[in-house]
T-cell receptor
Framework: GESVGLHLPTLSVQEGDNSIINCAYSNSASDYFIWYKQESGKGPQFIIDIRSNMDKRQGQRVTVLLNKTVKHLSLQIAATQPGDSAVYFCAEIPLTGNQFYFGTGTSLTVIP | KAGVTQTPRYLIKTRGQQVTLSCSPISGHRSVSWYQQTPGQGLQFLFEYFSETQRNKGNFPGRFSGRQFSNSRSEMNVSTLELGDSALYLC????????????FGQGTRLTVV
């Protein structure tokens, strides 16, 4: 089966600092990747996505980087705010399927 | 526009019972996927429906089943509940599934006692 993992289960950052959350995936044929944010008591919320033909994509305060050579995905959050505290999941979607494979998540805590 | 709606939000059942959960996708979305989320296990894929047909199924026992109606609303059913079925059940809708952005509902928190 697919394997999507996260390097660090928890991350604490000072408010205003930048955060980097990492994700490793195993299927080199995966075509599409998504980062989700899940706050306590809520469902996952779409943050940003990237396709395999791209290396970088930027959103509002967030950047996703894709390194296909080492099968690594990262989410960068600029000027982290207390409202960014949540669990972040990366999801991998293989080219041949309709199924999302999620990592176990990284818990981000922003210290005021 | 309205988001993904899951009902009920919370549910308590006893072992051996069955349960039906409902998911109403975003208007215009034809794909609905179901996931089970437990502490330490992350999100485990259950199944995905598109235009009333199950297109993909995860590694769950046959006690877990689902269906999708012509209006794209979906239900999942779990029969003969076990304590280990206690989890947050999430559904996600997208226009086509697979390579398109998926939006999640708030989930149904099922507790089996």
């Amino acid at each position: 089966g697919e394997s999507v993992g996260l390097h660090l289960p928890t991350l604490s950052v000072q408010e205003g600092d930048n955060s980097i959350i990492n994700c490793a995936y195993s299927n080199s044929a995966s075509d599409y990747f998504i980062w989700y944010k899940q706050e306590s008591g809520k469902g996952p919320q779409f943050i940003i996505d990237i396709r395999s033909n791209m290396d970088k994509r930027q959103g509002q305060r967030v950047t996703v980087l894709l390194n296909k050579t080492v099968k690594h995905l990262s989410l960068q959050i600029a000027a982290t705010q207390p409202g960014d505290s949540a669990v972040y999941f990366c999801a991998e979607i293989p080219l041949t399927g309709n199924q999302f494979y999620f990592g176990t998540g990284t818990s981000l805590t922003v210290i005021p | 526009k309205a988001g993904v709606t899951q009902t009920p939000r919370y549910l308590i059942k006893t072992r051996g019972q069955q349960v039906t959960l409902s998911c109403s996708p975003i208007s215009g979305h034809r794909s609905v996927s179901w996931y089970q989320q437990t502490p330490g296990q992350g999100l485990q894929f259950l199944f995905e429906y598109f235009s009333e047909t199950q297109r993909n199924k995860g590694n769950f026992p046959g006690r877990f089943s689902g269906r999708q109606f012509s209006n794209s609303r979906s239900e999942m059913n779990v029969s003969t509940l076990e304590l280990g079925d206690s989890a947050l059940y999430l559904c996600a809708s997208s226009r086509q599934g697979g390579d398109t952005e998926a939006f999640f509902g708030q989930g149904t928190r099922l507790t089996v006692v």
